[in-house]
């Protein structure tokens, strides 16, 4: 399971459209959750509709929160999508069974069954989550719930059967040529890391859309290493058997 | 997180099941749980709790949990049945029928009945905690709101949404009296994290605005430490303030020993008061009165025989 959670509190103005890229990561099998700060000022209705355009195109959940619910709600999204995930896959399997193929139209024995088996895979599937957060000037003293809130889902994930493993990245980079910074690489542990985001650009601008394509871009590029390195055992294997 | 749910049952309003077709007759809201709303109805069978639903995935999920535990404990009834409504927007809404608990809050249990009530309240709810430890659960969300208390301090659990069997993640859970957010631990389940619960519970019947503003801290500084600091400065948790340490600190295995525990530290107290007012000479009374009565007994039997 792959997800990306952006935390934002206002419009993208820079480059392709968040909804456009959001979309593009679906089609990559990646859910795409969104939540937005509401401290300091309302997100606007352009902010607010464009959160929630981003959710529903990435097939994942929004939210706007104040930084006191950020923890508990960055947790819970996690989780519900993760089970969204699994719910899609399963139903997909019975539709072939079922004709229909909704698991709320069964009858509650039948549905008691399939949600077992929904509730084992959540609990024991790998779970992969990218948090793209907004660094931009407006964002800045918001940082430090932001970093709460991944330690908090670090815990909860680590509380899983299942492998977790989160990356972070902020937005946008002082790099010439980067949209986002990546801040800590895939990791399934924050012990000894009590500072996440270290250099901030001074930049105000928010290049949503092209931050999250390189966010994909990133996965592509993991799973590519582990497909070739998985050739290479296979060739090995190969060898070894003739 | 809240969400929004805009299922409304109005009072007289009749639910009937859609696959069992069993009709339920709404009387009043009596709570909303972090994943639905649950109501008082009258049935055939009396009055019974019905809860509905806003996501059919996440109550079937909770439901579950029921019938495992029912499978395992024949004496109690968690479940009545399981069935769908259809809402006035014309959506259909999963719903269960369980036991309806008659009882308040240990809050508001104590300010009625008084203080001296809680050892008792305590040492209850451990037990209850022990049964589904013993059968390998925990129950997760414990909180004041999750507890209700009857007369004579009779306490039942409510809202199963949170139990999780040991060894996985916890379900669902309210921060403070989670045992991650005070940097104290996992957030998988043992039994140790419902005995953490409930002494974050306690604490928060004596102190909760202290409580409260302990929160609002940088998440760095929230420690045990800060909450022993709190038990220390309380009075009405004086008796037990060691067993909250050892509580907080994962120390027991689970809430049967940790019930033990409670009972030796109230049972303690009982006996030294007692010892401290048997004075030798009623001792002595005592045993005079019952050479007495042996006496007597005997005369009886002869005269009667």
Same mark, same amino acid.
């Given at each position: 399971m792959k997800q990306i959670l952006l935390v934002t509190d206002g419009c993208s103005n820079v480059g392709m459209s968040p909804v456009v890229a959001a979309a593009h990561a679906k089609s990559e099998g990646i859910a795409v959750n969104v939540v937005g700060i509401l401290d300091y000022g309302d997100v606007g209705e352009l902010g607010a509709s464009e959160i929630e355009e981003i959710a529903r195109a990435g097939g994942g959940l929004s939210r706007l929160v104040n930084m006191r619910q950020l923890s508990q709600t960055v947790q819970m999204m996690t989780r519900k999508t993760a089970v969204q995930t699994i719910q899609l896959a399963v139903q997909k399997e019975l539709k072939q069974v079922l004709g229909n193929g909704s698991i709320e139209a069964l009858p509650p024995e039948k549905r008691s069954e399939v949600v077992r088996v929904i509730d084992e895979l959540g609990e024991t599937s790998k779970l992969q989550v990218a948090l793209l957060i907004d660094a931009s000037a407006s964002m800045k003293p918001k940082l430090r719930a932001v970093e709460e809130a991944i330690h908090d889902l670090m815990l909860s994930l680590q509380a899983r059967q299942g492998q977790s493993e989160i990356a972070v990245f902020h937005f946008p980079s002082s790099k010439h040529g980067e949209d986002c910074k990546l801040d800590l690489d895939w990791t399934d542990n924050l012990k000894g890391i009590s500072s996440i985001f270290t250099k901030f650009p001074m930049s105000g601008t928010t290049p949503t859309g092209p931050a999250m394509m390189q966010v994909i871009d990133f996965y592509r590029q993991g799973d590519y290493g582990k497909k070739s390195r998985n050739d290479e055992t296979d060739g090995m294997m190969s060898d070894y058997v003739v | 997180?809240?969400?929004?749910?805009?299922?409304?049952?109005?009072?007289?309003?009749?639910?009937?099941?859609?696959?069992?077709?069993?009709?339920?007759?709404?009387?009043?809201?009596?709570?909303?749980?972090?994943?639905?709303?649950?109501?008082?109805?009258?049935?055939?069978?009396?009055?019974?709790?019905?809860?509905?639903?806003?996501?059919? #995935?996440?109550?079937?999920?909770?439901?579950?949990?029921?019938?495992?535990?029912?499978?395992?404990?024949?004496?109690?009834?968690?479940?009545?049945?399981?069935?769908?409504?259809?809402?006035?927007?014309?959506?259909?809404?999963?719903?269960?029928?369980?036991?309806?608990?008659?009882?308040?809050? #240990?809050?508001?249990?104590?300010?009625?009945?008084?203080?001296?009530?809680?050892?008792? #309240?305590?040492?209850?709810?451990?037990?209850?905690?022990?049964?589904?430890?013993?059968?390998?659960?925990?129950?997760?969300?414990?909180? #004041?709101?999750?507890v209700l208390v009857a007369d004579y301090g009779y306490v039942e659990l409510v809202d199963y949404g949170g139990v999780t069997a040991m060894g996985k993640g916890i379900r669902q859970f309210t921060e403070i009296y989670d045992r991650g957010f005070w940097n104290a631990g996992t957030r998988s389940a043992d039994a140790r994290y419902d005995l953490f619960s409930f002494a974050m519970l306690c604490i928060m019947l004596h102190e909760p605005k202290k409580l409260h503003a302990l929160t609002g801290g940088l998440p760095q500084i929230r420690s045990t430490e800060e909450l022993e600091r709190l038990i220390g400065e309380c009075k009405g948790l004086a008796p037990v303030a060691g067993w909250l340490r050892q509580a907080l600190g994962g120390q027991f295995f689970d809430a049967s020993e940790g019930a033990e525990a409670w009972r030796r530290l109230l049972h303690r107290r009982d006996t030294r008061v007692k010892s401290a007012k048997t004075p030798g000479w009623l001792k002595g009374l005592a045993a005079v009165s019952a050479v007495v009565l042996g006496i007597s007994v005997y005369w009886l039997l002869r005269s009667g025989i």
């Open positions: - | 997180m809240t969400t929004s749910f805009k299922l409304n049952l109005r009072r007289g309003a009749v639910v009937t099941g859609k696959w069992k077709h069993s009709r339920y007759r709404v009387e009043r809201l009596l709570g909303e749980g972090a994943n639905g709303k649950v109501y008082l109805v009258h049935a055939d069978r009396g009055w019974c709790a019905l809860k509905v639903g806003i996501d059919a #995935i996440d109550l079937q999920s909770e439901i579950n949990v029921l019938q495992a535990l029912e499978k395992q404990d024949r004496k109690q009834t968690y479940l009545y049945e399981v069935d769908d409504l259809l809402g006035e927007d014309g959506k259909e809404y999963p719903f269960y029928i369980m036991r309806y608990v008659r009882g308040v809050t #240990i809050s508001d249990f104590l300010d009625k009945n008084g203080p001296e009530w809680f050892p008792l #309240i305590g040492l209850n709810l451990l037990g209850k905690l022990a049964e589904l430890h013993r059968r390998g659960w925990v129950f997760g969300d414990l909180k #004041i709101d999750n």
